[in-house]
């Protein structure tokens, strides 16, 4: 096993000595015959002990809705049969294959990254970024905290194909301490260039090694690129499939990512150049942000409340609605609207304090004062794509939900966090005085 020091510290991370891919031509609904495959190319490439082997997105059935069930119950048996290949060569594979959640007697899909070593499965990272044209946002749910895994390779950080486009997943992995990144895809002939220059970008800008697998062969109408790519921390192509099916990789070496990242680094600067103040805006100021969102498709999610002493039933409350949409608009009562509504002792902070506190929020996007006693004329002047209120509402209740939903709109409820409220919190400061 290789291992690379960190000069300042003198942390030393382990580094696979080997990176391989398994181009293969998934076969729709047929886990068996492409498990052959899978140990045919194996053989074939005959891997050093230590490698990481990367298969296609989906490899084991391709994109098969029509038996959900029957394929995710497969699962098991794949990653069963992947832990012996791993261990008998004494490697670690990672490819993705369908998952199903069980969630309140329904059941949720996901197309999840699986890391399988000879002791079994490592962990996991769920596809984050779904492909509406493959109809797999009506099939899977995404995923969520994309993180590294840590492996007796070292921590790996995967993407699934789509992704691949999303350089922040990348980011984020490697500032985790990721020095290789796996990509399992299924990605279009049509688009293979943009799949070698986006492999190309994600491993120069986190100076990392990546491993890529794609698929070949043809579905339907799609016809698959291969071009499974070996790349270097600094961007160099150490080995490339063509089109057909096909097996391949390279040896890593712990001096050329010490070289690249000696040199000059990008991996690893995160300075933090934004304030957070620059949220709270005005009604214009914000109409004029939500147009430019508009126009970049963002899918825009607002909410609204007093926020009068922040606790966790806030937080969390607020973290559940921005992962509605791309970004979480927080409408606020102003001082005024409050006493209106709860009576002259109230607020106990001013309004200029809970909007810095909640702008300070990384899932809050922006933060709008309103002095009306309902959010009715914001919201309707937003027009939000998402609106959001607790599970204490009933949808008929909530004050915007008929425009919005008359708008093509969606109207959600969020589950509270029991035993959490600010007049609580208020009672429980007065009892200690």
């Not at 070996?230 to 990512?257: K, N, Q, R, W």
């Amino acid at each position: 096993m290789n291992c690379l020091k960190n000069p300042k510290k003198g942390t030393i991370f382990s580094l696979p000595v080997y990176g391989g891919f398994l181009q293969t031509d998934v076969r729709l609904g047929l886990p068996e015959k492409n498990l052959f495959t899978v140990q045919e190319l194996l053989a074939e490439l005959s891997p050093p002990p230590g490698a990481i082997i990367v298969l296609p997105e989906l490899w084991s059935a391709g994109f098969f809705y029509k038996q959900p069930l029957t394929q995710t119950a497969k699962t098991e048996e794949m990653l069963t049969s992947l832990t012996g290949l791993a261990k008998s060569y004494g490697i670690c594979f990672v490819g993705s294959l369908p998952e199903m959640v069980k969630k309140r007697e329904k059941e949720f899909f996901h197309n999840t990254l699986y890391f399988v070593g000879p002791e079994g499965m490592m962990g996991t990272c769920r596809k984050q970024q779904l492909f509406a044209p493959m109809g797999e946002d009506r099939f899977f749910q995404p995923g969520t905290d994309p993180v590294p895994v840590s492996t007796p390779w070292g921590i790996i950080g995967g993407l699934v194909c789509f992704d691949l486009r999303f350089p922040e997943l990348a980011r984020e992995q490697q500032v985790r301490g990721a020095k290789v990144l796996v990509v399992s895809g299924q990605w279009p002939a049509a688009r293979i260039e943009n799949w070698r220059i986006l492999l190309q970008a994600r491993a120069m800008e986190n100076q990392v090694y990546i491993i890529a697998c794609n698929r070949c062969g043809t579905t339907d109408k799609t016809v698959f690129g291969g071009h499974s790519m070996i790349l270097g921390p600094d961007g160099s192509i150490l080995a490339e499939a063509g089109e057909g099916v096909e097996c391949g990789g390279a040896a890593f070496d712990t001096e050329m990512l010490e070289d690249t990242r000696a040199a000059f680094r990008t991996s690893g600067i995160t300075p933090y150049r934004f304030s957070d103040q620059n949220k709270i805006c005005s009604l214009p100021e914000l109409l004029e942000q939500v147009a430019c969102y508009r126009s970049a498709g963002r899918k825009m999610v607002f909410t609204n409340g007093c926020f009068d002493i922040l606790h966790e039933g806030h937080v969390t409350y607020l973290e559940a609605a921005r992962k509605e949409g791309d970004c979480l608009i927080v409408g606020l009562n102003s001082d005024d609207s409050i006493r209106a509504i709860k009576g002259p002792d109230r607020p106990v902070n001013n309004e200029a304090s809970r909007a810095r506190l909640l702008s300070s929020l990384g899932c809050v996007d922006h933060v709008v004062l309103f002095s009306d006693e309902t959010p009715h004329s914001l919201i309707t002047t937003l027009m939000p794509d998402v609106l959001i209120k607790g599970a204490d509402w009933p949808v008929e209740k909530i004050v915007g939900a008929r425009e919005v939903l008359a708008n093509g709109g969606e109207v959600k409820t969020i589950e509270l966090v029991a035993d959490f409220s600010t007049t609580g919190l208020i009672k429980k400061i007065r009892s200690l005085c």
